[in-house]
């Protein structure tokens, strides 16, 4: 009898933990489950995760709606097999790890800044959810 394969486990970085590092969370958590665990936290949490992002996130059948934006703090002390920075701030401000530990950097544009109406805002919402999936993903699983 074999023993199931340990997940690797992911810390993904933003600086308010609303958007971005929630979307990649709840994605590699969805589509990379078997091999990885995802975290997520930011650099300086906001208040809530984004409503527009919660929406985009449930367009894909991925429920973030009772996440909660958390200090990177909280989490530096644990072991990590990767860290990534998805915003070019949290990069500029990550953390000392107490473990050595790969990080890695791949930024995607703050969906919070755009404008328009509100469907225009989801439209980036979603943008910016599909090109998490479609560049961040590949490089987290080439690494299980």
Known sequence: ???????????????????RSQMAEGLVNHDLGDRWVARSAGTHPAAAVHPLAVRAMAELGIDISHAAPKSVDTLVGQPWD???TVCDSAKESCP?????VEQIHVSFPDPV???GSEEQRLAVYRAVRDDIRARLLPKIARRA
Do not use: D
């Not at 000392?96 to 050595?100: A, L, V």
């Open 82 to 84: 990767l860290v990534v």
């Open 113 to 115: 800044l755009a404008g």
């Open 96 to 100: 000392i790890f107490p473990r050595p």
């Open 1 to 19: 009898m074999t023993a199931e394969p340990k997940h690797k486990r992911v810390l993904i970085l933003c600086t308010g933990n609303s958007c």
